[in-house]
């Protein structure tokens, strides 16, 4: 730690705590190698990990530990209620079975909330029951000790901090047991709007920690995250994410289920893009020279803009699909769409078989590189403010493009 006050004075002040102890790596070495300094000196039978800025409510812990009595494989999580954090003012909340939110995560890697499906609403029978959920945050969970060890605590060879929530969620559901929320548990957690801390390897650190998940749980699922992450995808294919042969074992060792099963058993809401597109990349206007973009914290509703051309996928990455769709897919779902006149980016309506893609967001790619929606007979151009609809001319340059 940095700041004086959690060096001798933490020490002192911990000193008339007769149940805390505080143990120090000699270097930081970030989240990841702390925890797992602090369960190889733990005594108890069960593990419990909290981030330093959480706040717990009475009665917290109990229901915790009750239902890992009940199933030891269980990895449990308390209910997260928000702390300001500017004030640090939180309250409990009131529950009720329609605000429950679950962990899940997007094909860029990147963990999110989700309110609970149908599904899992309808196979509670009430408040009390635990909440099955695809992922977690990672930061507050109680765990087994025995468990823990069983189902390969971390990833010893992850750095500081960054995808190994998700990589431990993938694990524990394909290898036998289970990630929950525990309704019952309510524990208060500051959200910052930035990290206090420097990565002292930079944000690719976090790339190779989900290289290594990727490698090792999601089969030829990883090929969509690559798409999404091209520092990522640089390191598979130059092969610099470390050695994984320990977790590989440990996947063959404990006879876990492979990536197809967690998505259709665990996570059958979850939308799998084409494993290989048709098109994929930024497209080009052969017009303009520049490339289509979806603009800054688009996620839907805001029109398109023409942007130079940076090679670095995020705002400007495009999937044509099997079903003739153009979607941005890197953290939400959004397919371009046929207007009136415009040229619009809206949630995909098309989420799998059986149902079918609408006929405003149906585009045909056609030979001499127009993109034309069927339905309007209209074609994508970019004259003009925005990128917009028009009648279809392959002789103006501002109507060609490629991927």
């Not at 030829?220 to 990522?232: G, L, P, T, V």
Request: proline share 5%.
């Amino acid at each position: 730690s940095a700041p004086d006050y959690l060096k001798d004075e933490l020490d002192r002040y911990v000193e008339q705590l007769q149940v805390v102890r505080v143990v120090r790596q000699e270097e930081r070495k970030g989240l990841i190698t702390a925890r797992l300094l602090g369960a190889s000196v733990a005594t108890g039978e069960v593990l419990t990990f909290l981030d330093a800025h959480c706040e717990c409510f009475h009665g917290w812990l109990e229901p915790l530990l009750s239902r890992i009595a009940e199933e030891p494989t269980a990895v449990v999580s308390p209910d997260i209620a928000t702390i300001d954090l500017n004030t640090f003012e939180f309250s409990k909340p009131v529950q009720n079975s329609k605000q429950h939110s679950r962990g899940n995560f997007d094909w860029s890697l990147t963990f999110g909330w989700e309110v609970v499906p149908a599904r899992e609403r309808q196979r509670r029978k009430d408040e009390t029951f635990p909440i099955k959920s695809p992922t977690f945050a990672g930061g507050l969970f109680a765990i087994s000790r025995s468990y823990f060890e069983h189902i390969g605590s971390y990833d010893e060879q992850m750095e500081i901090w960054g995808g190994e929530n998700v990589e431990m969620s993938f694990r524990v559901w394909q290898c036998g047991g289970q990630v929950e929320i525990i309704p019952c548990s309510v524990v208060g957690h500051v959200f910052r709007t930035k990290s206090p801390h420097t990565f002292p390897k930079g944000t690719q650190v976090i790339s190779r920690n989900q290289v290594r998940l990727a490698e090792v749980w999601m089969d030829d699922y990883k090929e969509i995250f690559y798409r999404r992450n091209q520092q990522a995808a640089q390191m598979a294919r130059e092969k610099t994410y470390g050695d994984i042969t320990d977790r590989l074992k440990l996947r063959e060792k404990l006879h876990c289920k492979n990536f197809t099963w967690y998505l259709q058993t665990v996570y059958p809401e979850m939308f799998v893009p084409d494993l290989t597109p048709m098109f994929y990349g930024a497209i080009k206007n052969q017009g303009t020279k520049s490339c289509l973009d979806v603009g800054e914290n688009n996620h839907g509703g805001k029109p398109l803009i023409m942007y130079p051309c940076h090679g670095m996928g995020g705002n400007q990455y495009f999937e044509y699909t099997s079903q003739r769709e153009l979607r941005h897919n890197i953290g939400k779902e959004l397919c371009l769409r046929a207007g009136a006149g415009a040229a619009e980016l809206g949630d995909c309506q098309y989420r799998g078989k059986p149902g079918r893609v609408p006929a405003n967001e149906e585009w045909d790619l056609t030979q001499d590189q127009l993109i034309r929606n069927p339905s309007s007979g209209s074609c994508l151009t970019a004259r003009g403010k925005h990128p917009a609809l028009a009648p279809c001319d392959p002789a103006d340059a501002h109507q060609l493009w490629a991927f």
